[in-house]
């Protein structure tokens, strides 16, 4: 067999393959929310390689629960495919770690990781394309699959938490910082929304699914019956530099639908159609009810805001066919529109 080759392919062809988010993180070098990305929770063996190229780049056997809420290895796979550079960026000296074939941003190195290496690769979801065991044969990396023994999957090592991004040194930043951020919001189908959060500038991704509900991994056939709790929702991937989470709840989500109908909006009708901020950090919750008590206080709605505001747990993403609804579909059923 040939030895395989990796390239990054061209511009066009990224943007049609790679989500909105994991293009910013790679090509933009944007880092991810914490503790909500698709691996930092991930014990399944397999191998991480670059979304962009496909080069071999960490290993679950070197993957550690560093508490920072981003995937954290103690070193690469294939030390070769993971370069450094120096980043000034954050206002103090850091050191960037890039794909070698990809040029792919894929996060950072500190020097306070666990033995016998000592360093921390602190390491965006995004950029990564996990390969579980079993695959490894047929996505063409089968001289990695040695490294897993029986291929199950194992306890991932719990270090010490006192590192650069999870515990800062006193007065110092923490050595990890997003660049983006998510909002969890409802307020009827998801269709019409979506149509509107997703044009707004400063967000990145727009996401159409189930939150706030007790049901795992819901589908949208129980959903619609109500008993499953989960409302449809939209999580919002956006720069928080280019448009504020105040202002996107003060001026789009408190003017695009109607937050004093209590499990309803328009014709639709249930607890899954309710107005809900699903809030992810106590930063979130302050703002929210700053924001509910200026829509309130408007004059814009002359009954009481019924609008919940609540921790968020998982976000589901809905099905294929519900994703953009309106762009496949234009014309289709929405009851959002912006008020003055």
Not at 270 to 294: C, D, N, W
Request: glycine share 10%; charged share 25%.
């Amino acid at each position: 067999m040939a030895p395989r080759s990796y390239a990054k392919p061209s511009a066009d062809e990224l943007r049609s393959r790679l989500g909105s988010l994991e293009f910013e993180v790679t090509q933009h070098d944007a880092t991810e929310p914490p503790f909500r990305n698709r691996f930092w929770d991930n014990h399944e063996a397999g191998l991480y390689v670059d979304i962009v190229s496909g080069e071999p780049l960490f290993s679950s056997v070197d993957k550690f629960d560093s508490g920072t809420g981003w995937p954290s290895f103690s070193k690469p796979v294939e030390a070769d495919n993971v370069l450094d550079k120096v980043d000034l960026s954050h206002g103090s000296r850091r050191t960037e770690v890039r794909s070698k074939h990809g040029n792919s941003h894929l996060g950072h190195v500190f020097d306070d990781g666990p033995r016998p290496t000592g360093v921390r690769y602190c390491i965006n979801s995004a950029s990564l394309r996990f390969i579980p065991v079993a695959k490894l044969e047929a996505e063409g990396y089968g001289e990695y699959r040695a490294l897993f023994g029986d291929g199950k999957a194992t306890h991932q090592e719990l270090v010490d938490h006192d590192n650069a991004c999870a515990v800062p040194a006193p007065g110092e930043a923490a050595g990890c910082e997003a660049t983006v951020e998510e909002a969890v919001l409802a307020g009827g189908c998801f269709w019409g929304m979506e149509e509107i959060l997703g044009k707004i500038p400063g967000v990145i991704e727009a996401t159409v699914g189930y939150a706030g509900g007790t049901t795992p991994n819901p589908k949208y056939e129980q959903v619609r019956t109500g008993i499953t709790g989960h409302a449809e929702a939209v999580r919002i991937l956006f720069d928080p530099k280019r448009v504020s989470f105040q202002d996107l709840l003060e001026q789009w989500f408190f003017k695009m639908h109607d937050p004093t109908t209590k499990n309803q909006q328009g014709n639709d009708r249930g607890s899954q159609y309710r107005s809900a901020i699903f809030v992810t950090s106590p930063q979130q919750r302050e703002v929210a009810e700053l924001a509910k008590r200026h829509a309130q206080e408007s004059g814009r709605w002359k009954r009481p805001i019924v609008t919940e505001i609540v921790d968020a747990g998982p976000f589901t993403p809905a099905e294929e066919y519900h994703q953009k609804y309106l762009d496949k579909h234009p014309g289709g059923y929405t009851c959002h529109f912006m008020r003055d």
